[in-house]
């Protein structure tokens, strides 16, 4: 016979999760409801829901013609800088955690070891230092960072090595060996050793790395302020969201319009890529 007390815990359990579910989506589905709505009905009642669904995408086509918020121009600044930056920390983090798991000596692993400690600085400490750095290299080399594109993708991939690093080094310990020796036999280069047998094997903890840094890159708003600045030709989604909202600071239809058109892309890169994220996070952390 079974227990009472086993049978309950399940079903407080699911009790708990389906309420945790409603609470987090709660901000996401006043932003939809609210989006497609006027002021007046915002500040009327939030909660409602909009008795114009088509209003949306009246809210959609303000927002985007807009030439104070700049949204297209925003949006495609973001896209590049955050596409650009996932490609080079997913080839550069997986190349570099490949060559320090096969080579077995102390200084491979001091070098890991520094990724590693890297992890704990806060960014509030290298801010300041980040941007003097920029300048310095503009004044002695002539390379503008500051205000680029190059500066801020240079940023986020070194920013989004450390993790990317320790994630491709524990998952590619569980690669054999063998593998690579019979490609090696077989006539097989270096870089081609990689592209062709090692990194089609990483799908899952690619997947891993790619949204984990993709949200963070595409949502970020402090690293953007501060190499980026106000009054930028180059303005990323964060940045044109709340300059927009300092602006129409009463017109929260338009304001919730733009919140909901920044987190679309996120929202579909989590679901198109979210059955790998576990897998790879699970098996980088026991491998």
């Known amino acids: 016979m079974i227990n009472p007390k086993i049978r309950k815990k399940p079903l407080l359990l699911e009790v708990i999760t389906a309420f945790l579910f409603v609470l987090f989506l709660m901000p996401i589905f006043i932003v939809v409801i609210n989006a497609g709505k006027d002021s007046f009905a915002i500040t009327a009642n939030p909660l409602s829901l909009p008795e114009d669904w088509l209003q949306i995408f009246r809210n959609i086509a303000t927002i985007w013609t807009d030439p104070n918020l700049r949204y297209g121009s925003s949006f495609f600044a973001s896209s590049t800088i955050t596409i650009l ?171 919730l319009t733009a919140v909901l058109l920044a987190m679309i892309p996120v929202i579909i890169l989590f679901l198109f890529l979210q059955r790998y994220i576990i897998k790879g996070m699970v098996a980088g952390s026991i491998k």
């Open 85 to 255: 930056s996932l490609l080079f920390i997913t080839l550069v983090a997986g190349q570099a955690a490949w060559i320090l798991v096969r080579t077995k000596s102390k200084l491979s692993q001091i070098i890991f070891f520094m990724f590693v400690a890297a992890m704990v600085i806060p960014f509030q400490i290298v801010m300041l230092p980040l941007v003097s750095w920029f300048r310095i290299v503009h004044k002695f080399i002539g390379i503008p960072l500051l205000r680029t594109y190059a500066g801020m993708i240079l940023s986020y991939v070194g920013f989004g090595m450390s993790l990317s690093l320790f994630m491709y080094h524990g998952f590619i310990k569980g690669i054999p060996l063998e593998l690579e020796e019979a490609a090696t036999i077989d006539g097989c280069k270096k870089w081609e050793i990689f592209y062709r047998i090692i990194f089609p094997l990483l799908k899952p903890i690619t997947a891993t790395v790619l949204v984990l840094n993709g949200i963070w890159i595409w949502n970020d708003y402090l690293l953007p302020l501060l190499i980026l600045g106000k009054g930028n030709a180059i303005q990323t989604v964060p940045l044109a969201v709340a300059n927009f909202a300092g602006a129409y600071v009463k017109q929260w239809d338009l304001i």
